[in-house]
């Protein structure tokens, strides 16, 4: 049978980085425009982007679905208290903080320090369209969550909602409108522990600082740029996360049962998908062609020899 050889990638890991970056950043941004050879590497990164907004928007307009199925439900049952609440174990151990704003500038903060600080390092384009790629899938498969299973709003909130559902999808994207029967599936868990992951798994490839903990006792990063250990840096990002649950729970924004889903379905997704890329080139398909293009140029991905060797199936 025939049979291809991988061979091992050197070394992803750089040296940190320090003010030296932002330089650097900017001179990559530069050659991305005067070269079409360049421009064409960035294609990526400009799906992803489109594919993160279509799955949004996606979701936007099934967080309404899920909206008007819940009200014409009530409605039809008319026993049924609009102030339910489900039993929820955290509500009743923690205290209530019902500023839940609160939660939206947690996350939003987050997020946009935890990328552009991917965006000033060697591997920006590759760990950047990751992370839409991934938020885009998670936020396709909470559209079908919360439309299928609708739980009551533990806050009590009142929704906005006024127009077309493929209309309000635009306003519940830019926060000017919400819904407040989308529980199921937490959006904000996978939104504060995609960011996580992402410190734990690449800050250590990238540094900008040298403040690993004991980075001078063993290495941190594998060969493929997988972490091996705890840095202070992503131990600061798990404790952010654990932090953003707490105050998920207090403000009663979630069930916790909404914040396990999000956060494990999260979890797996990431390892999945930071794991099989390293396999994309063993087995010709579509799926991972479109790998393949997808993450060209990746880091922390092997290549493959072209040529095949002939053996004798035993």
């Given amino acids: ?13 750089v040296p940190p980085a320090g003010l030296a970056i932002f330089k650097t950043t ?14 064409k590497k960035f294609l990526p990164v400009l799906f992803s982007i489109f594919w993160f907004i279509c799955c949004g928007y996606w979701n936007s307009v099934f967080q309404v679905f899920a909206q008007e199925r819940y009200t014409k439900w009530l409605s039809m049952n008319p026993d049924i208290p609009r102030d ?25 903060s987050y997020i946009v320090f935890s990328n552009f600080r991917f965006l000033f390092s060697k591997y920006r384009s590759c ?22 299973t609708i739980m009551p709003d533990p806050s009590l909130s009142q929704s906005d909602i006024k ?26 868990t996978a939104s504060i522990m995609l960011c996580t992951l ?31 250990g705890v840095s202070l840096t992503s131990l600061f990002a798990w404790v952010y996360f654990l932090f953003g649950v ?16 999000g956060g494990v379905v999260t979890f797996l997704l990431f390892k999945m998908y930071n794991n099989y ?7 010709d398909n579509a799926f991972n062609s479109f790998l393949r293009w997808f993450e060209q140029g990746a880091f922390d991905v092997t290549d493959v020899v072209g040529e095949q060797l002939d053996d004798e199936l035993i």
């Fill in 198 to 228: 992402m410190w734990h798994h690449y800050a250590g490839v990238v540094p900008i600082l040298d403040v690993d903990v004991c980075g001078k006792c063993r290495k941190m990063v594998s060969k493929t740029g997988y972490p091996l």
């Fill in 277 to 283: 890329v390293t396999t994309m080139y063993t087995r």
């Fill in 84 to 108: 339910l609440i489900l039993p929820d174990f955290f509500f009743k151990i923690l205290p209530h903080l019902k500023q839940s704003w609160i939660c939206d500038v947690y996350i939003g």
């Fill in 26 to 39: 900017c001179i990559d941004i530069g050659a991305t425009y005067s070269s079409f050879k360049e421009f």
């Fill in 127 to 148: 760990i950047v369209k990751r992370y839409f790629l991934l938020n885009g899938v998670l936020f396709l498969m909470r559209s079908f969550s919360i439309f299928f």
């Fill in 163 to 188: 127009y077309n559902p493929f209309i309000e999808g635009f306003y519940l994207m830019f926060g000017i409108h919400k819904t407040t029967y989308d529980c199921m599936f937490s959006g904000h």
């Fill in 1 to 13: 049978m025939s049979r291809e050889i991988l061979i091992e990638i050197s070394d992803p890991t």
């Fill in 246 to 261: 707490l105050l998920f729970c207090m403000t009663h924004l979630h069930y916790f049962v909404d914040i396990y889903i």
